[in-house]
């Protein structure tokens, strides 16, 4: 939350076209956030039915698991470039960790990539650099 909402403002003074994908990026995460918290904070815990195991899952796994699919974005964004990596990224989240199936993994990516191209590419018209992989191929 200290990091989205330091991001949110400082980019409150730059100017819009600057500022917009910090805030696009930066609003729903401080949102996110906060409704996350809250919900630790308050929210409650249902009580385990009679004779259920619990199940025991690892903080440790979790937390690298998580940072595996940040680097592997960060990986993808610099080989095959933001418009590339952005609908991939989704896709292969939602199929191998959520475990959707096929359609509604490629209605939501064909979703966002839309989002994405449309907001930044045909409306702003923001130069996104190609990927390294595409420079060393001679494609970009």
Do not use: C, N
Not at 57 to 63: E, N
Not at 108 to 137: E, K, M, N, R
Request: hydrophobic share 65%; proline share 7%; charged share 5%.
């Amino acid at each position: 939350m200290l990091a989205s909402g330091y991001g949110i403002y400082a980019a409150s003074g730059w100017p819009w076209k600057a500022a917009l994908f910090p805030l696009a990026i930066g609003v729903p995460l401080f949102a996110m956030a906060l409704a996350e918290a809250l919900w630790v904070l308050f929210g409650s815990t249902p009580a385990p039915a009679e004779g259920a195991e619990l199940a025991v899952r690892s903080p440790g796994r979790a937390v690298m698991v998580g940072g595996a699919w940040m680097l592997g974005f960060f990986a993808a964004i610099i080989l095959l470039g933001f418009p590339v990596a952005v609908p991939l990224f989704v896709l292969l989240y939602l199929k191998l960790q959520g475990g959707e199936g096929w359609v509604i993994s490629i209605v939501i990516t064909a979703a966002v990539f839309g989002v994405f191209y449309g907001l930044f590419d045909a409306l702003l018209h923001l130069p996104f650099p190609a990927g390294l992989l595409f420079s060393w191929l001679g494609f970009a």
